[in-house]
């Protein structure tokens, strides 16, 4: 059995295991804080049910994580996944799916017209994931990721409730990433 909880600062110490493959993103204590601090309600955790003390504090395993954030952009309210990752042991449980439903879900709630991703071009295996889940390729951007070797990455969409004539999911005008800021 597993349940989905609001992620703490205490978690963020938890996370690095689950980011040890090259499929995962890794981001800097700081990123976490930051969307911990200004998107909480964004921010779950799949944590074990179990607890064990490590010399400084109360730890727990945790199978899967989200940080997202509402987005208000031209009076159009969208969902963004800034992050999801399960650990390698737990995928294929639907952590992920779960992760995403919980996004979709209060999107919906705050009336977002779509939720939003963006996704490395060379990580076929996400970007499967997230069209079985309903995601489309709006665009595509160009040197998104920067960490080494420049990639691309599509920014995929789904459209939500409020988006009951699909006018989000039509095909965008590819970008440079210098130009998203």
């Known amino acids: 059995m597993y349940k989905i909880e609001p992620m703490l600062p205490s978690d963020i110490l938890s996370l690095d295991w689950i980011n040890l493959d090259e499929t995962s993103e890794s981001f800097p204590f700081s990123y976490y804080l930051y969307y911990l601090i200004n ?38 309210i969208s969902a963004h996944a800034s992050a999801v990752s399960v650990a390698p042991s737990y995928r294929r449980n639907r952590f992920g799916k779960m992760c995403m439903d919980v996004m979709e879900k209060s999107g919906d709630v705050y009336n977002a017209y779509f939720a939003d991703l963006y996704v490395r071009e060379g990580n076929t295996t996400a970007i499967e994931f997230y069209k079985k889940l309903g995601y489309v390729t709006y665009r ?40 998203l800021r």
Do not use: H, W
């Not at 944590?47 to 208000?72: C, N």
């Not at 595509?140 to 789904?158: I, T």
């Open 39 to 76: 998107y909480s309600e964004d921010c779950i955790i799949i944590p074990s049910l179990l607890e064990y003390e490590t010399s400084f504090t109360y730890k727990r395993d945790i199978y899967g994580y989200m940080i997202g954030k509402l987005e208000e952009k031209d009076g159009v």
């Open 140 to 179: 595509k951007v160009f040197n998104y990721y920067v960490d080494g070797a420049e990639e691309n990455a599509l920014d995929m969409r789904k459209s939500l409730k409020m988006d009951k004539d699909k006018v989000y999911m039509a095909r965008g005008v590819d970008i440079q990433a210098s130009k």
